[in-house]
Nanobody, 121 residues
Framework: QVQLVESGGGLVQPGGSLNLSCAAS????????MAWYRQTPGNQRELVAS???????NHVGSVKDRFTISRDNAKRTVYLQMNSLKPDDTAIYSC???????????????WGQGTQVTVSS
C-alpha cells in the first residue's frame, strides 16, 4: 500500500511565503512524476507544478517566478516553495505521484489528502 502525506499549509498574509512538503511511503519500488495540484470551491482541480524523477520541472503560468517545485528522491518527498503569495492562491493543495509498487509492479496514481493554504490579511 502506498501513502502520500502532506504538510506545511496554513494562513499567511499577502506577499508571504509557505513551503509545502509531501512524503511518499509504503511498498514503493519507484516514484516517477510528482506534482502539486490545487482546488477552490466550485472549481476543478488544477495543476500547479510537476517534476520528473530526473528533476525536470514545469510550473503553470500563474505561479511561474513565484513558486518552485523540487524533490528529494532519497526521501521520496516533493516540495513546493511558494513566495509572494496572493489571495488568489488560496486553495486546497494536494500532491500527486505516479508510483510503482513492489506488490504488483503496476503504476498507481496516488493522491495526498490535501492541505489548506489561505492567503489573507
Amino acid at each position: 500500500q502506498v501513502q502520500l502525506v502532506e504538510s506545511g499549509g496554513g494562513l499567511v498574509q499577502p506577499g508571504g511565503s509557505l513551503n509545502l512538503s509531501c512524503a511518499a511511503s509504503g511498498t514503493i519500488y519507484r516514484v516517477d512524476i510528482m506534482a502539486w495540484y490545487r482546488q477552490t470551491p466550485g472549481n476543478q482541480r488544477e495543476l500547479v507544478a510537476s517534476i520528473t524523477a530526473g528533476g525536470i520541472s514545469n510550473h503553470v503560468g500563474s505561479v511561474k517566478d513565484r513558486f518552485t517545485i523540487s524533490r528529494d528522491n532519497a526521501k521520496r518527498t516533493v516540495y513546493l516553495q511558494m513566495n509572494s503569495l496572493k489571495p488568489d492562491d488560496t486553495a486546497i493543495y494536494s500532491c500527486y505521484a505516479e508510483i510503482v509498487s513492489y506488490r504488483d509492479y503496476k503504476l498507481v496514481h496516488s493522491w495526498g489528502q490535501g492541505t489548506q493554504v489561505t492567503v489573507s490579511s
